[in-house]
Nanobody, 114 residues
Framework: EVRLVESGGGLVQPGGSRTLSCAAS????????MTWVRQAPGKGLEWIST????????TYADSVKGRFTIFRDNAKSALYLQMNRLDPDDTAVYYC???????WGQGTQLTVSS
């Protein structure tokens, strides 16, 4: 059974930083492309970033490019999202996903507010 468990959300002040984590299990993590998706209050789903299986190729939405960094540790079956210069518009539930398999974690809430 595929399991994706996000952690690291919480309350952060504007301009601050936070790293989200996703612990993966139930599949061969090192062979799968992983994606972060978020949903802000009252809005639809927004693709944030994707990393290929080996970790050498990453892509970002324009809204986070230059501020967020996606990376992974295949030895630990873990996915991360380093977020810098956070803005209130980054407030959302962040999901770790395997889009090709339709697998999603339960999400972690990040709130950016003073």
């Amino acid at each position: 059974e595929v399991r994706l468990v996000e952690s690291g959300g919480g309350l952060v002040q504007p301009g601050g930083s936070r790293t989200l984590s996703c612990a993966a299990s139930g599949f061969t993590f090192s062979t799968v492309t992983m994606t972060w998706v978020r949903q802000a209050p009252g809005k639809g789903l927004e693709w944030i970033s994707t990393i290929n299986a080996g970790g050498g190729t990453t892509t970002y939405a324009d809204s986070v490019k230059g501020r967020f960094t996606i990376f992974r540790d295949n030895a630990k079956s873990a996915l991360y999202l380093q977020m810098n210069r956070l803005d209130p518009d980054d407030t959302a539930v962040y999901y770790c996903t395997i889009l090709s398999l339709g697998e999603w974690g339960q999400g972690t809430q990040l709130t950016v507010s003073s």
